[in-house]
Each structure stands twice: as C-alpha cells, then as structure tokens.
C-alpha cells in the first residue's frame, strides 16, 4: 500500500493559477490527476508515467501541466487559466509497477467568476 498526500487546493478567481502536489510514500509508476465536480461523477484530468509521457484531457490541454519529480516520488498539477469550470475536489491516483494503485485524500480547487 502507498500513502499519497495532496496539498495545493485553494479559491483562486477566474484566469488564476494553482499547483496542486501528490506526495507518495514510495516508487510510483504513474500517476494521474481526477477531479470530481460538484454533483458530477469523478474524471481524468491528466496522466503521467515512468518515462514522462502524458496526457490530458480535452478540456484543460493548453492550461494545465502535469510533471513529477522522482526523486522525491511526487507529482505536481499546474493550473493556469482557470475557470469556474474547473472548481472540484481533485484526486491524486498513483499507480505502483506491481499495478495495485491507492488514491489520496482530495484537494478542493475552487474558481470564483
């Protein structure tokens, strides 16, 4: 089991900026970012892997950024251009090389207009 802790949330206004972290406990093959707006159901936002390949989806290409840092075995969401859209609880998922995965404890992001 890894234990991962996020920090980073916060109330920005619209066009703003956020980094979100991942902290985990030991080696992760993969990470990947959701958020789970309010009333919705929980979704992708952005992937990334041993190796550096990532992806995202759709709706925050061009504004948000996924990296990591392995020697520290974190990762970082960065959030420019934010919208009233994107106001959520986001999740951090990481995934070990031995494929079992654990998630973290949430971090709401929240964009005034």
């Known amino acids: 089991q890894v234990q991962l802790v996020e920090s980073g949330g916060g109330l920005v206004q619209a066009g703003g900026s956020l980094r979100l972290s991942c902290a985990a406990s030991r080696d992760i093959y993969g990470f990947t970012w959701y958020r789970q707006p309010p009333g919705k159901q929980r979704e992708s936002v952005a992937t990334i892997i041993s190796g550096g390949m990532t992806n995202y989806a759709d709706s925050v290409k061009g504004r948000f950024t996924i990296s990591r840092d392995n020697t520290k075995n974190a990762a970082y969401l960065q959030m420019n251009g934010l919208e009233p859209e994107d106001t959520a609880v986001y999740y951090c998922?990481?995934?070990?090389?031995?494929?079992?995965?654990?998630w973290g404890q949430g971090t709401q992001v929240t964009v005034s207009s």
């Open positions: 998922y990481a995934v070990m090389a031995s494929g079992r995965g654990s």
